[in-house]
């Protein structure tokens, strides 16, 4: 699975695809899931809450927040790429909005809908039964309140990443029909690709530059039409995705600097767990001045957005270049993982939380039934003509 050899830099960067891509995506949906397990437990709002909830699992939280749905943008732009290389911009969006569109739509109408249900059940003790929720979900109901906080129907809850990415690549294909893609593949075989310090201090400005400027006036919501700290984000990683995806030179760079962008990383998330600290245990008695310390924080989040995003490119240029059956496999199957997960994990929670079993045997429970469910989804998509275009399998 793994060699110490990394890829030459000669080969051609008009053909060879990166298998290490390939892993980062498949290792980016795993941690995925858990995170979103991890957030059955910790003190955020969730759908569904554990009866062991409290900060402890908080700062390991915090070491992947502020980067791994950056890093998926990324490698979607990674993938849009390739596929761009075969077909041209109006194949492209035919191609990719049904691939998108069409789990989308039956997610959020059929697979999704455990997760508001077991959240009104939590959170407002609604008594009516799955049957008569379901009825008021595809009424578009919006009278599941909690003071000012309303549960808006239908929902596509994780799969806001799906709805993003398929907008994301229509606005791609004609950015591609107007001529610009050209000049984003000069930017990604740019200069500043062959300079470590731009490598590491360019994007990582810019993040920084997003939060302080963005984030106060558009906190992250998922709501298509007013968020645009996450779109200016999300878009601008999926771009730079696609303009980088052949640069074999860049990924080299970015290898060789995997050790000293870890201490950058790791520094950052420390001083965003000081920020987390003091606001969770000294929100009213704070030592540092409010404002500086959300300054510190904000930058200290777009510092570690960008180095975590380094680390994880250098150490799997550096280790994972083999393509193998079991990657090939996973490459497929992280879709319908993606589609299911938060689903099994809500109503698994759920379910389990009663029982007050001990956190380290109701948390691996939670993840083996949500691995297994993942799996036995994918294998029924992979078998069923019916079901794999709904799932997101050819």
């Known amino acids: 699975m793994t060699t110490t050899n990394p890829v030459p830099s000669t080969l051609s960067a008009s053909s060879q695809r990166l298998p290490f891509l390939d892993w980062v995506r498949v290792g980016a949906f795993g941690l995925l899931i858990l995170y979103h397990v991890g957030m059955f437990y910790v003190t955020w709002d969730w759908h569904v809450k554990s009866q062991h909830v409290g900060p402890a699992l908080e700062p390991l939280m915090l070491l992947s927040n502020p980067w791994r749905l950056s ?51 939590e959170k407002i003790q609604y008594a009516e039964g799955f049957l ?6 595809l009424s578009f109901h919006q ?9 808006i129907l239908p929902t596509w809850n994780h799969m806001w990443f799906v709805a993003y990415l398929l907008l994301y690549t ?55 039409v007013w968020d645009w700290y996450n ?28 050790w000293s962008t870890l201490v950058w990383a790791l520094l950052a998330w420390g001083a965003y767990v000081y920020c987390w600290s003091l606001w969770t245990f000294h929100d009213h008695d704070l030592p540092v001045d409010g404002d500086i310390l959300r300054l510190i924080a904000r930058t200290a ?12 490119l250098g150490f799997a240029r550096r280790h994972c270049n083999r393509s193998t059956p079991l990657l090939r496999y996973l490459s497929v199957g992280v879709f319908p993982f993606y589609i299911i997960h938060q689903t099994l994990i809500v109503v698994a929670g759920h379910n389990l939380s ?22 036995a989804t994918y294998e029924l998509a992979r078998r069923s003509r019916l079901l794999g275009p709904l799932l997101g399998v050819r």
Do not use: K
């Open 170 to 224: 229509v606005i791609l294909s004609l950015i591609l029909v107007a001529g610009g893609g050209r000049a984003m593949i000069r930017l990604g075989q740019g200069a500043w690709t062959r300079r470590p310090w731009m490598v590491l201090l360019g994007p990582m400005l810019i993040l920084v530059g997003l939060r302080l400027a963005l984030y106060d006036r558009f906190p992250v919501t998922h709501n298509l």
């Open 143 to 151: 009278g599941f309140c909690r003071g000012d906080d309303c549960l």
């Open 301 to 312: 989040y777009g510092v570690q957005q960008w180095t975590m995003i380094l680390v994880v």
């Open 71 to 121: 890093l998926l943008f990324l490698i979607s732009g990674v993938a849009t790429r390739y596929m761009a290389d075969r077909m041209g911009p109006g194949e492209l969006a035919r191609s990719r909005l049904p691939r998108l569109g069409i789990p989308l739509l039956f997610v959020m109408a059929v697979l999704v809908v455990p997760q508001p249900y077991y959240e009104v059940v």
């Open 231 to 258: 779109h200016a984000v999300s878009f601008g990683m999926f771009l730079l995705g696609y303009a980088i995806a052949r640069n074999a030179d860049l990924f080299d760079r970015v290898a060789a600097m995997r």
């Open 132 to 137: 008569a929720f379901y009825g008021q979900y």
């Open 354 to 375: 009663p029982l007050a079993l001990p956190v380290a045997v109701e948390s691996l429970l939670i993840i083996i039934l949500t691995v297994a469910g993942c799996f």
